[in-house]
């Protein structure tokens, strides 16, 4: 039999939902972009082999955590069809993920929440509150972030794990589940085991408000200038020395604060500066390039090249060397070949009683890489708000709704459309 699943507080009455994302922000899984190891950080195996442990409760079979960090099971279907479901255990680099201490508000009347450390929510700056009167919303206390992103979409996959397993009845392909370290640094696909996983699609569970789907994301690059020039004692430098530092500064000074994240929106495109690291004699600027068009991405490209090019022409005695290195690129390009993955997520959103809205990603997901792999991946929302630093917050019902709309939407996947 099928069921509609609607309701998000009878998914949190009957389920671990919860207690299950509570259990999970508090174990510090933040990855580390300057590590070579897989996963980039030895404490993401903490929430790895819970989860392990969980789902073995839980009756699946085939649960493996293999030594890079990735942890696989499935759920025998009672009908043909196999689905993947996906979601990632790190934390974001940014902002600290040690001793996280959620903080529950419960029955919000609307207005402003303290959380803590000075900090506080105001719908005037997240409107998303005004959706959530009379939810218990989910906060830190303010010296860390929360980890909603993306332990609310782990936290929804095993609730949903739980809830079919209380009810048998209900008709679903196969599913197969995974956990994925180091998304948050652009490593999550790098080592998915996909002879372990073995289906023909599968959704990441790492979106953002209730109701959000993402078929499209930015394709992105990552840039590293290298600058050296002539280091000569301060004291007798003059119309010796070249600065490496000081022409690293120029370059960043001439990139256009209308195409930086701060100057950008909805499709446009920009140049993040990371990190400068180094000293007069010689340095890196590291950055990041995106945008939603291949070709305009590899343009931005080109200008930096140019950029650097002019920057030896004023300066004949600098050396500067320019590198860009893909990172994932817009699952768009793969999916449009593919609508009805993206329109049977749409109908399961629906079904829970929320307008979809279809929202392209200014960022990526694991699915950007498991898509350009091969696996069509589109991305469901997971519910939280203000990713990566201390004023991220999750309403339970939140929570909810995204289980709701995984409950609907394998039972949906492989049958044909009710008109």
Not at 8 to 34: G, N
Not at 153 to 180: D, Y
Not at 317 to 343: C, T
Not at 370 to 384: H, I
């Amino acid at each position: 039999m099928s069921r509609v699943f609607d309701d998000p507080r009878a998914v949190l009455d009957s389920t671990d939902l919860l207690d299950r994302f509570l259990r999970y922000v508090r174990i510090d899984t933040q990855s580390d972009e300057s590590s070579d190891s897989c996963p980039s950080t030895a404490k993401q195996f903490d929430l790895a082999r819970l989860l392990e442990e969980e789902l073995r409760s839980l009756g699946l079979d085939d649960v493996v955590l293999d030594d890079n960090g990735y942890v696989t099971a499935r759920l025998p279907g009672t009908r043909e069809g196999r689905i993947g479901l996906v979601a990632h255990m790190d934390t974001a680099p940014q902002f600290t993920g040690t001793g996280v201490d959620p903080q529950l508000h419960e029955d919000y009347s609307g207005g402003p929440i303290e959380i803590g450390n000075g900090l506080r929510l105001d719908p005037e700056d997240n409107p998303e509150l005004e959706q959530c009167i009379g939810d218990t919303i989910v906060t830190t206390d303010g010296t860390t972030l929360l980890g909603a992103d993306d332990k609310a979409g782990v936290a929804a996959i095993m609730s949903l794990l739980e809830v079919l397993q209380q009810n048998p009845e209900i008709e679903r392909p196969t599913i197969l589940v995974g956990f994925t370290p180091d998304e948050e640094i652009g490593r999550g696909a790098h080592r998915f085991p996909f002879e372990r996983f073995g289906v023909p699609a599968a959704f990441t569970v790492d979106g953002g408000f209730p109701g959000e789907m993402n078929v499209e994301t930015f394709s992105a690059d990552k840039a590293r200038l290298t600058f050296e020039g002539v280091s000569v004692h301060p004291g007798r430098a003059y119309g010796k020395m070249v600065n490496a530092l000081t022409w690293a500064g120029k370059f960043l000074a001439r990139l256009p604060l209308t195409e930086a994240p701060e100057g950008t929106r909805d499709r446009e495109g920009f140049y993040h500066p990371l990190a400068v690291s180094g000293d007069a004699a010689a340095c890196h600027v590291d950055l990041i390039v995106r945008d939603f068009d291949d070709d305009t991405l590899a343009e931005r490209g080109r200008r930096l090249v140019t950029m650097a090019e002019g920057l030896r022409a004023e300066e004949p005695r600098l050396k500067v060397e320019v590198e860009i290195s893909e990172q994932y690129r817009n699952m768009a390009n793969d999916l449009r070949d593919r609508p009805e993955i993206g329109e049977v997520l749409e109908r399961a959103i629906a079904a829970t009683g929320l307008q979809p809205r279809v929202v392209p990603i200014r960022g990526g997901t694991d699915g950007s890489q498991l898509t350009a792999k091969g696996l069509p991946t589109p991305n469901l929302f997971a519910g939280g708000v203000n990713f990566h630093g201390p004023q991220e917050w999750i309403s339970t019902r939140a929570l909810g709704l995204t289980t709701c709309a995984l409950l609907n939407l394998v039972q949906m996947w492989g049958q044909p459309a009710r008109v």
